[in-house]
Structures are given as C-alpha cells and as structure tokens.
C-alpha cells in the first residue's frame, strides 16, 4: 500500500461509472479495464525514516535510519487504472485464429513501471494444438496471485508482490496446451520461456515458467514453478525480468551471476454458494549477489550494482530459502454484499550469512474486508488490517523494502495497522 498525494482519480472513476457498463468495440477492437481508488489512515507511518532516502534495502549503508524522524498516524491516497486494448480473433484458416494485446497500468496517474508494458502481445490460437503467446505479459507467478487470490482478500501486493519470483516478462514466449480431461476435471498447462532483454553476452538472461491450473467442480488447484538466472536479484514478485544489471554495457564487471525461483501452489474451494476459502504456499530460493562496483555517474557518484545477501561490500554473497503462506475467506451474506478476512505469512530464511539481512524477521499481515456492489462492475469497499513483525529490525528477505506493502518500517515499528475505504470500476 502507497501513501500518496491525492490524485484527481476519484472523479475521473466515478465519471467511467456513470458513462460506461461494459467493454467497448471500436471496429476491430475492444477495450475494457478497470479503474480504482482507495483512501486510509495508518499507524507507524515514517515514509522519510531512511538516512538515505530511495536506496535499495540490500546496500548496507540503506540499514541506517535518519535521526530525530517523528512517525505516527497518516492519511493517503492512491488510484490505479489499467485499460486493456484487444483485437477480435481474426480467423486465418484451418482452424487457426490470432488476437492481440496492448495493457499499461497508471499508478497515481503515472506510468506504473516506467519502461514496462503490461500486455504487449500477440497470440495465435488453435482448437486442436493450444495458444502460442508472443511478447511482453505478467507472469502466472505474479498475476494469478495478485488476481484473485490476493485481490479477493485485501492481499494483493503482500502475497504477489513478494518472494524471490518476477512478475513482468518483456520479451517472451508462452505455449498454452489445449484443455485436458483428467479424473474428472479440466487441467491446463503453459510453458513460458523469457531471453530478457537486449546486449547481455556474459550473463545472459534466461527465465522459464510452468503453471498448470486444475479444475474439478468446486475446487480450483494453480501451480507454479519458475527459474530465472541472471535477472536483477529482488524479492519484489511484481519485477520486471529484464538482464542483471540496468545497463547491459556494465555486465562485464559483474563477477557472478544471479539464479532466483519460487515453487507455489494456490488453491480455491467453493464451499457453498456463499462462501470460498483461498489458500496459497510459496517456496522461495535465491542464489545471492555479490556486490560490484559498477564506476561514477557524471556527479561523482558511485554507481553499484544490485546486491542480495551479502556479508559486506568486499565479501561473498550467500543463497537463501524461506517459506510463504497465505490463507482467506470470502463470504457473500447477501446478493451484494460481502466480507472477507485473510492473513499472509512470510517467513524466516534459511541461510549461511552471519551478518543479520533480514533473515531472522517474519512478518505477519491479517485483513478485514466488506464489500458491496453498487451494479454489475461498480463496487465500494472497506478495509483494515494490521501487520506483525517477529522483531524491530530489517525486514524478512521475501519483502522487497523495509516499509513494503503497509507503509510500517520494520526497523522503526515492530508493528502497525490501518484503514479505509475504496471503489472499484471494471469495464
């Protein structure tokens, strides 16, 4: 959760609820989306706290905070919206047809991942043979827990945004097999491979994704499997896999190479007609990444690269495991309305790093929700929560920042909660 300004996103939102019911065609395409906005109060709020303000959590001259920073309660804003532009399939003959894909999501009225498409994409279909995707789309890692496991129970960025997984892929291929029946069910199976991006010769990048989505009456089994080498070592499960470093020109200094990736699985189960129960578990493994000196900026800046793990700027980096959990419920009490409560787990890592970078912290995040649906696609909500941390210190390896997903610094609060209100519009 981000703590923003407030944009002028509210009104734009509540414009496209009276102005728009459903997806557009325009000739051959169509477009639909959503917009959303959310507004809170949190405890524990210190978005200045960092000595160095903005610099990556795994440099250790980030671990220092500012002295004499005051945090407490605060308000916030932040507004999102994603439209997407398709095509219609276009039939080509002997059973084959192709569509494509043009997506960007604004954050706060700004590009979300500057330099990053979310769909930019085409795909060529067949009854017989499955789907051939090509270019740039999320992963399954990333976009099957954000949605609807994490968006279902107030999860979203703590579940899917964290983890030693990558969300983005920009210069990739996914094969899709055609729908199978086993025992009963439904079992689809893709295969994505990613080359990353452009001018790596050293450290060439190379990621690979399986994801297999069971369906069998009221249970909805999804698993995932990826492993990547040589993207930017994070544990920001939302990233954009492109190359080790920014700058493909520096890869020769680069000493080591870096391998991160995640086996998760994810279930749903419809109970009844009123109530669902989601769970999810992730096993995280990174290789870590030694810390190279990459030369100066045109201020005299020293320019680094991205380290992970590491015991200090001169010594090795270290490989780390941990476990993830998350576990909701959704209940509809009327026809439209509905609660939910939910919780993720992050947990301790295993490692041979003596020196303390997070690996001892946990973190435990548990929400409440209501919903209600105004009409089809427009809804209003509210939400709260509150975050736990097992210790004041650095924060798990699976978080991406110290202050990630709550705006709770785990070095300065050990714990924190909050609450608000939001609509949503789909289109």
Same mark, same amino acid.
């Given at each position: ?22 997806? !557009? ?5 169509? !477009? ?80 979300? !991942? ?19 995707? !090509? ?35 920009? =210069? ?57 080498? =040589? ?26 190479? =870096?391998k991160q990736s995640i086996v998760m699985l994810m279930s749903r189960y419809q109970m009844n ?53 998350s576990l909701g419920v959704v209940y509809k009490f009327m026809p439209k309305w509905s609660v ?25 995040? =548990? ?61």
């Open positions: 959760m981000k703590y923003i300004k407030k944009t002028n996103f509210f009104g734009l939102m509540l414009l496209a609820a009276h102005s728009l019911s459903h997806a !557009i065609d325009v000739g051959p395409l169509t !477009i639909n989306g959503f917009v959303k906005v959310e507004t809170s109060r949190a405890s524990n709020q210190c978005s200045d706290c960092q000595l160095v303000a903005g610099e990556a959590r795994h440099r250790p001259w980030a671990d220092d905070l500012a002295a004499g920073k005051s945090y407490g309660t605060k308000g916030g804003n932040v507004s999102l919206a994603q439209p997407y532009i398709g095509t219609k399939e276009f039939d080509l003959g002997q059973g084959f047809k192709v569509k494509g894909l043009l997506s960007q999501r604004w954050r706060d009225g700004k590009v979300d !991942i500057p330099g990053v498409w979310y769909e930019k994409n085409a795909t060529v279909l067949h009854e017989d043979y499955g789907s051939l995707q !090509i270019g740039a789309f999320p992963t399954r890692g990333w976009s099957v827990a954000d949605f609807p496991y994490g968006t279902k129970f107030g999860v979203a960025d703590p579940w899917a945004s964290s983890g030693a997984g990558y969300g983005l892929l920009t =210069n990739a291929v996914r094969y899709g097999l055609p729908l199978m029946d086993v025992n009963g069910g439904d079992l689809h199976l893709e295969l994505t491979y990613d080359q990353g991006g452009a001018g790596y010769v050293k450290h060439k990048p190379q990621f690979y994704e399986v994801y297999a989505k069971y369906v069998n009456g009221p249970l909805i089994l999804d698993a995932t499997a990826q492993s990547a080498t =040589n993207g930017m070592p994070m544990a920001w499960g939302h990233g954009p896999f492109k190359g080790i470093t920014n700058d493909a020109s520096k890869e020769n200094l680069i000493a080591e190479g =870096n007609a009123k109530t669902e129960v989601l769970a999810g578990v992730r096993f995280n493994r990174w290789s870590g990444n030694k810390a190279t000196w990459l030369g100066q900026d045109a201020q005299g800046n020293d320019l680094w690269n991205d380290m992970f793990n590491i015991s200090s700027l001169t010594g090795p980096s270290y490989s780390a495991t941990s476990t993830d959990f939910n409560t939910g919780v993720v787990y992050l947990g301790k890592a295993n490692t041979s790093n003596s020196v303390e970078r997070g690996q001892s912290n946990s973190m435990m995040l =548990n929400t409440l929700g209501v919903g209600y649906e105004i009409e089809p696609g427009f809804s209003v909500y509210g939400f709260g929560g509150m975050v736990n941390f097992g210790h004041k210190g650095l924060a798990p390896l699976s978080m991406p920042g110290h202050a990630a997903f709550t705006g709770v610094d785990s070095r300065v609060a050990k714990s924190g909660n909050w609450a608000g209100v939001g609509l949503v519009y789909t289109f």
